[in-house]
């Protein structure tokens, strides 16, 4: 297995930098390596329930990695300054969570949750999802994830404090390995008031244990 994931990684990287780099890497070329890893298992590329599977495939990849071409800062960068001198948590609780891990390219699957504590201005509850969409869109592991979403959402709102809360299943363990189906991750992180004030940090938690 360690080949196919090998493979499957240069994909990945070469794609991304294709169009970051003007095509280096064309959709034909992505099109070859996945007939070349159906060859590998075993399988016959050209049979007819398989002609079109590599074409798919590169289809799907550009769905699942297009966090690598989107920058989430921009995503935060409308914000309402008019909140009549809010400044507690805002919370978004269970956005959904599909990204891959590095090093199996399994799928994560679970669910985050976000809070921060406004600074003069405030942004659009969908930013919060979107910015927790960019980088779970990327080969991963949940750790720099949760850091990735903590520190953008901070930086980009200059928020007072960020709490970032992953609890995601790993089916690089649940699929294969130790195989443990029901086995979840947890992670959390704290920026700002909310690593300082642990008052603050014990309400986050107990909101999104409700």
Partial sequence: MSYINATIMKLVKDITKTQLEKG???DEQAKEAFKTILKWIGEDP???GLRETPKRVVKAFKEYFNGYNQDPIKELNKTFGDVD???DM??????????????????IIGVVHVAYIPNKKVVGLSKLARTVEVFSKRLQTQERLNMQIAKTLMNG???KGVAVTIDAAHQCMTMRGIKKEKATTLTNYFLGSFKDDLSLQNRYLKHIGK
């Fill in 46 to 48: 050209t049979r007819e």
């Fill in 157 to 159: 709102l200059e928020a």
């Fill in 90 to 107: 805002v919370i978004e609780k269970n956005i959904s969570l599909q990204s891959h891990c590095e090093h199996h390219m399994a799928p």
């Fill in 85 to 87: 001198g809010y400044d």
């Fill in 24 to 26: 280096r890497v064309s």
